[in-house]
Structures are given as C-alpha cells and as structure tokens.
C-alpha cells in the first residue's frame, strides 16, 4: 500500500523528427502525460501516449488522472488500481509511476519486484513508415545498425508489396516484419501473404480491422500473425487462439506494466507468441515496456528514434539491440 502521497501530471509534446506515416493516419508529434507521484522522499513517474484509435488522447488521460487523484493519493495498491481505473494511458502512467516508486522504496530492482531476472539487451524492430518504396529501401539503408525491421503499410496491396520487396532487396540480410495496420480484407489476404512469403517476411502484424477477428477463423497462413488493434487487454488474449499466433503487448492500450506482465504470462500459457510494442514515446515509456520485453519473443520499443529530442538519460540502442538502464526508470 502506498498511501500518503502528492499526484502531479503535466502534458508534454514531443515533436517528431519528421512525419511519419500509417495506414490512415499522419503523425507530426507524439502528445504525452506525465505522472509523478511522491511520498515526500522517494517519487515515481511514468508516461503514457494514449490509444488514438480509440479517442484515449491527452484531454481523456487528464481528466481520467483527475478523477482518480485523491484516491490514489490517499494510498493505493498497483490491485486496486486494475480496479480503479479500466485500461489505457491514464492507469499506464499512473502504474508504471506507483512501479517506480516501489522499486526507489525498497531498493529493489523493478524486474525483481516482478519476480524476473536480471534484464538483458534486445534485439528491437526499426520501424519504416509508410511511404514510396524508394524512400522506404532508403531508410532501410539508413538504419545501418539494424538487424530487424518493421514495415508499415496502408492497404493499398500493390503499392504494399513493392514497399516491401524494395525493402528486401535494400536489406537482405535483416528480419523483416510487415503492420499491416487493419488495411486489408479477408479476401486480399492470399496475394499480400504470397508477396510476404516471396520476401522472406516473418511476421505480418494486424492485417484486418478490429472487430473482423472471426474472418481469421480457418485461415492458414504460413507467416505468423500478430494481434495488434485485435488485442487491448488481458480478457482479450484467450479469445485470440487458433486465429493469432502472436500478441502485441502495449502498455498503453493494457493500462500499464501490471496487465502488461500478466497478458506475457498468459499468453505463454496458450502457446501463443508474445511481442512488446510502443506507441511512439520517450525512453521514460520504453523502459518499463523493456521489462515485458524480457518475456517477449519480438521486440518492437523504437519510439524515441522517431523525436526530435529524447529525454536524458535514454534507451541504447547498439548493434540493433535496445538497452534501458535504471537511470532512465526504476530503481535509479
């Protein structure tokens, strides 16, 4: 129980780089909230994005961190909280906050506080936003040090697949992954995955529209696919056997480090695949993804390449591996 507390928040924007490109959407800035909780001596913080698609933006984070302000500053296990609040960007920060705080209280290491051990560096997707598959081939190139890519697509199949097989012939040697980013229909499926298999991709991410998740149902694809939009919370991850392989975990869209640990677990438990994934945020957000990324079997915690400027300490990446400190978050 953590009680006695003061509870900030603030809004941060976080310009990026240059825009970057999904399937119907443009995004020129990442806004986020930060959460700050502190007994007088030890603090806590945690950041969160939000889930656009969902309208869980700023203006419903802060007014959900409001709500629940005195109650979580009168005192409150990371438990009650699963209860206080549903899933999304308002719980996330205040999670990952109350996970930070613990660790500075007791002195214990967060991965410990989850019963994990010692974290070890990762080998992370860097993503390429969509655009003309020369441009995309380019920023292939461009990420000398990567050893695993993600590709976003938008649904337009022909276009797609060159992006791809541009993609291919830039970086033949690398991991590749396409997000399809719920672009395509059931019945488009056998000439995209055809496309894939002829690239050698490995993973394709989220290929129809949240709520067509029975249009999977006795499909056989030879690549395996990955819930994205498909999957948000922990009551969501039984219903994705026999029509995903694979579980993208994001904080953001579970509602922290909490749900995020408990769906790697369970998913483990089905025999399904587990990936970590990042709205794009600051290294303050991709450090307790990093955690869940210790149970994961991809890693996709690329955001704070996609800023302007990150926040001090940051998350390494070397040699296409991710590495986050306790600088950054957590025991400190």
């Not at 996970?99 to 051990?117: D, F, K």
């Not at 992006?163 to 033949?172: L, N």
Request: net charge negative.
């Amino acid at each position: 129980m953590t009680s006695g507390l003061t509870l900030d928040f603030a809004v941060e924007r976080l310009p990026l780089a240059k825009p970057f490109r999904i399937s119907g959407h443009v995004f020129t800035e990442s806004e986020v909230v930060v959460v700050t909780l502190s007994d007088g001596t030890h603090s806590g913080r945690g950041e969160a994005a939000g889930v656009y698609y969902l309208g869980d933006d700023v203006a419903a984070m802060t007014a959900a961190i409001a709500r629940v302000r005195d109650a979580v500053a009168g005192g409150i296990t990371r438990e009650a909280l699963q209860a206080l609040l549903p899933a999304g960007g308002a719980r996330n920060a205040i999670d990952c906050a109350l996970w930070e705080l613990e660790a500075r209280r007791s002195g214990i290491a967060v991965h410990e506080l989850a019963g994990l051990p010692a974290p070890r560096p990762l080998r992370t997707t860097f993503t390429l936003g969509a655009d003309d598959p020369d441009v995309m081939a380019a920023g292939a190139v461009g990420y000398a040090q990567a050893r695993a890519l993600k590709l976003k697509l938008t649904g337009d199949l022909a276009l797609d697949i060159a992006r791809v097989d541009a993609v291919r012939a830039a970086r033949p040697e690398c991991w590749i992954g396409v997000d399809a980013n719920q672009g395509f229909a059931i019945g488009e499926l056998d000439a995209l995955v055809a496309a894939l298999v002829a690239a050698d991709v490995k993973l394709l991410e989220q290929p129809l529209a949240r709520g067509r998740e029975a249009d999977l149902d006795g499909y056989r694809c030879p690549i395996p696919i990955a819930a994205d939009e498909s999957v948000l919370t922990l009551a969501d991850v039984d219903g994705l056997a026999g029509r995903f392989d694979v579980v993208n975990i994001k904080l953001d869209k579970c509602g922290g480090l909490t749900e995020g640990l408990a769906m790697a677990h369970r998913a483990r438990a089905l025999g399904l695949g587990v990936m970590v994934g990042n709205m794009v945020s600051s290294s303050l957000a991709m450090a307790p993804a990093f955690i869940v990324g210790q149970l994961c079997d991809i890693v996709d915690l690329d955001g704070p390449i996609f800023l302007a400027a990150d926040r001090t300490p940051s998350i390494e990446y070397r040699d296409g591996d991710a590495w986050c400190g306790e600088a950054i978050w957590g025991r400190g």
